[in-house]
């Protein structure tokens, strides 16, 4: 196309690293999100809301690192506790004061969460969740509902269509797939349900022979993330807390993406509904690997090496000092919850703006623009299906346009505006704090371009 074109024209200083990295990494990364064709722009530095790539443009981020960026590049706070921690020294190899430090800011943040432990990414901490779950339960082998449309980590894929392939072995090319996932995936057995969908649960669970004693947690995120920021309604987290207790199983509440919501305690903060646990990641490390699992503390007492028989949980990395010192540091002197709050009615803004201006916009024929999401993460479709309308992945992916998000992505890197191929947005405090609000009247009036011309 035309602008993929210009895109190649404008970006061949990043053609030329990928081709340089693709002989040593397959496909030039290590993250599969970071590719797009024909190649990702590669970046040599970033600042405040900024970055540069390696032909010198600077764009607006976005994407906020898939909203682990919270704080925007080189926070002046965070960058002075990470040079005082380094000169302390990095990983102890013992227990320290600012572990505890952040776990009891974490506590008190997240309604649900009475004990925390640490990982290094949220994948772990979704891990280590479902093996408490299977412990604290004593189902060893106990199904784990999860959702189409789900992401809960790099093995834990769950992505939308999953659900019928799970039950459709025969058809070859389903079959492929479900190969892979079987692949790649953790080996618990999960049982695939429809996102905001009793019914489905409810099937799901009947058809388990025994369900009773078979069924060891509920896992899922309360909002969709990566299945395109659809929220859970409160009835359909009522309905599961109340089959969870009903069935004796853990229901765990992903919050690796959501836990910056309302005033920075998650979307739980919000709800009556208490999950048992919760998992968290990205920003909460002040930027550096991390990742949480806590809740109940009776379940997390099963992580007590005073307690006989207790559940070991290991990771060199789990405690050290450099993620530690800079979270707590984060958490206590810049994402305050009355920045997370503003951050969050920022977010809420600018999406009510540009779905009004999906209204008067597109000719007959053409997808509507809808913004998903909630608070700061924004998540844009091409369908035509009414947000109204869509309560599960399935819903908007029936009828979305993906070359014209293709296009749309190309087009907002010409207007200077770095987000995800797949249309995820995630607004960092660095667009608060420095004057980023007129970045942003700017993007908005972009989006209203391409929805007039496309
Ligand atoms: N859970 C959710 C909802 C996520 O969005 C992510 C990452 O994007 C993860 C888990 C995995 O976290 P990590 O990439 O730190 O392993």
Known sequence: SEAEARYVAANSASRAAHETATASLPGGNTRSVLHWEPYPLYIISAEGYTLRDADGHTYVDLLGE??????????????????????????????????????????????????VRFTNSGTEANLMALAAAKAFTGRYRGKIIVFDGAYHGGVLLFPLGCKDIWGAKEEAERASKYKVLRALNAPHDFLVATYNDIASVDALIESVPGCLDNIAAILLEPMLGSGGGVCATPEFLSHLRHRADELGALLIFDEVMTSRMYA????????????????????????????????????????????????????TFNNNVLTMNVGATGLER?????????????????????????????????????????????????????????????????????????????????????????GYVALNLALLEQDGRGELDRFVNAVQRFVVKF
């Open 66 to 115: 898939y909203s682990a960026g919270i704080y925007g590049h080189s926070h002046p706070v965070l960058l002075a506790a990470i040079t005082e921690t380094a000169q302390r020294g990095l990983s102890y190899g013992g227990p320290h004061a600012a572990e505890a430090r952040l776990a009891m800011l974490i506590k008190d943040r997240f309604r649900s969460i009475e004990r």
């Open 264 to 315: 920075g305690g998650g979307i739980q903060s919000e709800l009556d509904v208490r999950p048992d646990l919760t998992t968290l990641g990205k920003y909460i490390g002040g930027g550096m690997s991390f990742g949480a699992f806590g809740g109940r503390e009776d379940v997390m007492a099963l992580f007590d090496p005073r307690a006989p028989g207790a559940l070991p949980h290991a990771g």
């Open 334 to 422: 810049v994402f305050t919850p009355e920045k997370a709050r503003e951050l969050h009615d920022l977010g809420d803004e600018v999406r009510d703006r540009i779905n009004g201006l999906g209204d008067d916009a597109p000719g007959p024929g053409k997808k509507r623009l809808r913004v998903l999401g909630c608070g700061s993460i924004l998540v844009f479709h091409f369908t035509g299906t009414s947000i109204e309308n869509i309560a599960s992945p399935a819903d908007w992916k029936a009828d979305e346009d993906p070359r014209l998000l293709d296009l749309f992505h190309l087009e907002m890197l010409h207007e200077g505006f770095y987000l995800a191929r797949r």
